[in-house]
């Protein structure tokens, strides 16, 4: 309801009904716009319980990522219209919680200030006792520049020569694009899985054409300085004691036959972080074109020590050199059963769910101890459940259909049984080899967003720089600095001999503020 507030009516009882109107109008859209909010909010409730609930399998992460957000921006919405109660009973006072904004980061300084420094009260001079300070998060969107190199010529008179400072070199030879241009688009494709054609988009709303093609050459260029860095980085994983391996698919157009094949990125990652060892943690990336066993037995040509693995049986073939131990996945063994629970809601899968829950309860307690104590707590609580377990699944697989699902995740277990019970013995040892699996995920971020590789180079190149951004991430090093500064001094003769100083646990942000 609108009124003219300049042609009010003068009957006192006109006015009180026009106030009764406007309250009636005032509860009627408070109520509107709560019942709106709870809406979404079950909403969202729903979408949670569908995700984390015992129908989790159902529903895509990173569709339920984009529907909650849009939800939560519905929400959000309504909250804004909603007229606030007067009779709401107001909560005691308490810190607000406030974002906590980086020191950082660059501040501008907008001062306001009063027209007058005469009280409009009483007309004495005024002065100041003080002032009142907020800050707001800002955005500048990213801008391209140009830098332009200046070489001034010098000539002698006496001989003729002419003298100048060299050229700096470019990482691209003969290209436009400098270091830091070449890390926002290697970080932009690989970090933040944004493909090269849309990139090239972003460029253009800048006013600069830069074709998908030339983009290309850039990224191919700046791979093949950062190989021998990748090289290092393997070569210190591949040293270690203890490490996790996994595989994924990753389609790679076949022009040949018109369509995509399906190669394999393959994930060997270390992280002592859970027992306190002294390693940084790091993740490296090998492209081959299929999934024979002779691609890992290649790789660990040098590894000896403890390989963590899912089910895949190209692993234990590992084991005949008499250097490498399995340590198997509680994870994927449980995953099995779970399976079969959503399906039949199996008492005897439900039983085995529950048992190895206790043994992740007894994990969460030896978490962040040293190894050896985390093998005396395993072996005081959890050797008796592990124990236990083995004849239980043994009895049990006698009672249920031989070709059933069932008894397919029971022979699975079972036969890894020697491998899952060995984090009894090995405080460095996990319960699951999800370690890997959280390095894999980019590269399934990307598979969808790219949709395939364009070539075994292409794919290749993926490996390389994913190697080098997934260890910077799990070293807390910002991926886009780091890549530029490696950038700049590769391309600058940085000595072969010191790549472990570009390595990310080495690194030192050049620009870094103390």
Excluded at 295 to 315: K, N, S, T
Aim: hydrophobic share 40%; with cysteine; aromatic share 6%.
């Amino acid at each position: 309801m609108t009124i003219d507030l300049a042609a009010l009516p003068d009957d006192i009882d006109t006015l009180h009904r026009m106030i009764s109107d406007l309250v009636t109008a005032r509860d009627h859209d408070r109520t509107e716009a709560q019942a709106e909010i709870d809406r979404l909010r079950n909403i969202v409730k729903a979408l949670q319980r569908i995700q984390f609930g015992r129908r989790s399998e159902r529903l895509d992460n990173d569709q339920l990522q984009l529907g909650l957000e849009d939800l939560d921006a519905d929400v959000a919405r309504a909250e804004t219209g909603l007229p606030e109660r007067p009779d709401k009973k107001v909560a005691p006072a308490r810190p607000a919680e406030r974002l906590s904004l980086p020191d950082h980061l660059e501040r501008e300084d907008r001062h306001l200030d009063i027209d007058s420094q005469v009280c409009p009260g009483c007309g004495g001079p005024i002065h100041e006792i003080g002032e009142s300070v907020s800050e707001m998060l800002d955005y500048v969107p990213a801008r391209l520049r140009v830098l332009r190199i200046r070489r001034p010529k010098y000539g002698c008179r006496a001989c003729g020569k002419i003298h100048q400072a060299p050229a700096p070199e470019r990482p691209i030879a003969k290209g436009l694009a400098s270091a830091g241009l070449l890390a926002h688009v290697l970080v932009s494709k690989y970090c933040d899985h944004l493909p090269l054609y849309r990139q090239s988009q972003i460029f253009a709303r800048h006013g600069v054409e830069l074709n998908r093609s030339t983009l290309a050459n850039w990224v191919g260029g700046a791979a093949w300085w950062l190989e021998p860095l990748r090289a290092r980085l393997a070569e210190q994983v591949l040293a270690s004691s203890k490490l996790f391996a996994d595989d994924t698919p990753i389609p790679v157009l076949d022009p040949g036959r018109g369509r995509t094949r399906t190669g394999r990125l393959w994930v060997y990652a270390r992280d002592d972080r859970p027992w306190g060892g002294s390693d940084p943690p790091a993740a490296i990336y090998f492209y081959s074109q299929d999934r024979r066993a002779e691609r890992p037995a290649v790789h660990l040509a040098r590894f000896r020590g403890i390989l963590q693995v899912d089910g895949y049986a190209g692993f234990e073939q590992l084991t005949a050199r008499g250097d490498i131990v399995l340590a198997a996945c509680w994870a994927h063994a449980r995953r099995k059963f779970y399976d079969v629970h959503q399906a039949i809601a199996s008492p005897i899968a439900e039983e085995v769910l529950r048992r190895i829950g206790e043994l992740y309860a007894i994990e969460q307690d030896a978490r962040g101890q040293p190894a050896g104590d985390r093998q005396r707590i395993r072996l005081a609580r959890s050797r008796t459940l592990v124990d236990a377990m083995k004849p239980w699944l043994e009895s049990q697989l006698i009672r249920v259909p031989t070709r059933s699902a069932l008894a397919e995740a029971i022979r699975y277990t079972l036969a890894r049984w020697p491998a899952l019970c060995r984090f009894l013995d090995d405080g460095r040892i996990e319960l699951d080899n999800n370690t890997v699996e959280r390095a894999i995920r980019p590269v399934a971020l990307g598979r969808k967003n790219h949709l395939f590789a364009g070539s075994d180079g292409g794919a290749d190149r993926w490996a390389i720089v994913a190697s080098l951004l997934t260890t910077a991430k799990l070293n807390e090093v910002e991926p886009f600095s780091y890549l530029r500064d490696v950038l700049e001094r590769m391309s600058n003769g940085h000595p072969m001999s010191r790549l472990d100083d570009l390595l990310p646990w080495n690194w030192k942000d050049p620009n870094a503020r103390f």
